[in-house]
């Protein structure tokens, strides 16, 4: 019986060629990946460094005061014109009243003037008159003067020829003279007359002067009334827009100082993106060109917008500390520009679900 040897003969295993398709597939795949990437990078820049932004309206106090009541909750809707904040405002009504009573008495102080302006030009009126009275009789008087004195002269003459008696003579010469003690009389009426004139204009004017110092007065009166009815009018703290009220700190009771923040209200519809791009970004980046814009809370939704306008400085400049670089050892650090990018025909309701300071993600179209 011989051994019989069975050797069996190996062959070699064929190397599956699944391995090299795949990782050829991947290279093609990333090329295609990475030249697609390039060739979008060549026409587009974009940032995530980008948030929603809206109108931020300070409430402000503009008088101080005690707050009497608040109208409004955290993060309640409010329409333009509904009362938010209500003021202590028992101090402006005291100060209002005042100011009625202080203008009441000075337009009293003006009736009062008039009444004397008016008694002084009546007496003005009259003076005058009396001067007109007194001439009148002065000029007649002067023609009794020349009339008696012509009979005087007559007389004298036909005395000397006996013509006429004595007692004649002297019946000429009183007429004579009592007509020149009537003019006399006159004229001194008329003198006084003209004196008593004279003081009762210069009384008129002075009651004029305090008739012009007593409406000016009435004037500042008035607008110490109006002024205090501002005043009163501050007490109640009205929404400037329509919007949502932020958190409200403010307490009843509490005292606010006159240009206080009491919170804010932020605008309802009025909303638009900025984003910070860098610096070496902005070169071909214009106003007007479109951009897409990603917002993280509503990762299913495009939104559409268009380049409005650039920030005139980066914004490190406008930070609490800007950078002073004259002052030590400088470190080139690549800045970011702030633009401002605003939605296009977009759905309002949408819209109205955004909120400032939401993430974006914005890419600009460097052709359109």
Not at 108 to 121: F, I, L, P, R
Not at 156 to 176: F, P, R, W
Not at 279 to 294: A, P
């Amino acid at each position: 019986m011989s051994d019989t040897n069975n050797t069996t003969i190996e062959t070699p295993k064929k190397k599956s060629p699944i391995k090299y398709i795949v990782m050829a597939a991947v290279i093609l795949g990333g090329g295609y990946y990475g030249l697609k990437e390039y060739q979008y990078s060549q026409v587009h820049e974009e940032t995530d460094d980008a948030q929603i932004a809206a109108d931020v309206t300070p409430v402000i106090s503009k008088i101080s005061g005690y707050v009497a009541e608040i109208k409004v909750k955290d993060n309640q809707f409010v329409k333009k014109g509904d009362t938010l904040v209500v003021l202590d405002n028992r101090d402006q009504k005291m100060i209002l009243e005042q100011a009625q009573a202080a203008l009441g008495t000075a337009s009293s102080n003006v009736s009062s003037a008039q009444a004397g302006a008016n008694a002084a030009s009546q007496n003005v009126n009259t003076s005058r008159a009396a001067i007109a009275t007194a001439n009148a009789q002065i000029e007649a008087a002067k023609v009794n003067v020349w009339k008696t004195d012509q009979d005087l002269k007559r007389y004298t003459t036909l005395v000397k020829d006996h013509s006429i008696t004595q007692q004649q003579y002297e019946q000429a010469l009183a007429a004579k003279q009592t007509a020149d003690r009537q003019l006399q009389v006159l004229v001194e009426q008329r003198n006084q007359a003209t004196q008593q004139t004279g003081s009762v204009s210069s009384q008129s004017m002075a009651t004029s002067e305090q008739i012009g110092i007593a409406n000016s007065v009435v004037k500042q009166r008035q607008v110490d009334v109006e002024n205090a009815k501002l005043n009163l009018s501050y007490t109640v703290i009205l929404a400037p827009e329509d919007g949502f009220v932020s958190k409200v700190p403010t307490q009843k009771g509490q005292f606010l100082q006159a240009g206080s923040q009491i919170f804010s209200l932020v605008n309802k519809n009025d909303k638009w993106v900025i984003a910070n791009f860098k610096e070496t970004q902005l070169s071909k980046m214009v106003e007007g060109q479109k951009v897409n814009i990603e917002i993280d809370a509503f990762p299913d939704q495009e939104f559409h917008g268009v380049i409005s306008s650039f920030s005139p400085a980066t914004g490190s400049t406008f930070s609490l500390l800007p950078p002073d670089n004259a002052s030590g050892n400088f470190v080139k650090v690549v800045q970011r520009l702030p633009v401002k990018i605003t939605f296009d025909h977009a759905d309002p309701k949408v819209l109205e679900k955004l909120r400032a300071g939401m993430n974006v993600k914005v890419s600009v179209s460097l052709k359109s």
